[in-house]
Every structure is written in C-alpha cells, then in structure tokens.
C-alpha cells in the first residue's frame, strides 16, 4: 500500500500563499488518482482537489477553484498544491490520499492517507 507523506505547511497572512508536496518515496503514485483534503478545527474533513493519474485532469471544490493548483510528478512521486490568495477560511490540516478512481477519492473512498501538516491564515 501507498505510504503518503505531507510537507510544506505552515503560517502565513492572508492573501499569501503556500505550496504543500505530498510524497511516496518507494511507490508508483502513477497506479493512483491523487488528491487533497483538509479539515478545519471542529469539521468533518473535505474535499479540496484532485488529479487524473496523468496529470491530464483535476478538479476542485467550489472554495478553492481559481486560487488553488494541484499538480504531479509521476517520476518523483510527488504531488503538489499551490495554494494562492489564502483566507483565514483556508486554515485546517491538509491531508494527501491515494485513490482508484476520481469519483471514488471525492467520495472519501481512499486507499492511502497522509499524517497531514498544518496551515495556519491568519487576519
């Protein structure tokens, strides 16, 4: 099974950004539909984005489209999120997960989570 390790949190003011990397050092990440979640203090965890094996396709949810990128490298088995135009709303932990299919992570239906890492907007 996929092993997900997330990097790149961290403090920052509103309107900055940040990018998170998500990495699988000794597995294939190309065999998965990758994708990120967050959860804020208090709610249940979301969906933030996800992308096609290939890289060719991704998705977002409605609060993150437009400031949000997620992107991949297939041969350094990494997975990335830049996060730009930051609001206060953005602070949660942020997870990496493995999927089968997109309908499936968007749906919560996960391989392979991360440990998370914490980013923090402050006003």
């Known amino acids: 099974q996929v092993q997900l390790g997330e990097s790149g949190g961290g403090l920052v003011q509103t309107g900055g950004s940040l990018t998170l990397s998500c990495a699988a050092p000794?597995?294939?990440?190309?065999?998965?539909?990758m994708g990120w979640f967050r959860q804020a203090p208090g709610k249940e965890r979301e969906f933030v984005a996800v992308?096609?094996?290939?890289?060719?396709?991704?998705y977002y949810s409605d609060s993150v489209r437009g400031r949000f990128a997620i992107s991949r490298n297939n041969a350094k088995n990494t997975v990335y999120l830049q996060m730009n135009s930051l609001k206060p709303e953005d602070t949660a932990v942020y997870y990496c997960?493995?999927?089968?299919?997109?309908?499936?992570?968007?749906?919560?239906?996960?391989?392979?989570w991360g440990q998370g890492t914490q980013v923090t907007v402050s006003s």
């Open positions: 000794g597995s294939t990440i190309s065999n998965y539909v």
């Open positions: 992308i096609s094996r290939s890289g060719s396709s991704t």
């Open positions: 997960a493995a999927s089968g299919t997109v309908a499936s992570l968007k749906t919560n239906r996960v391989d392979a």
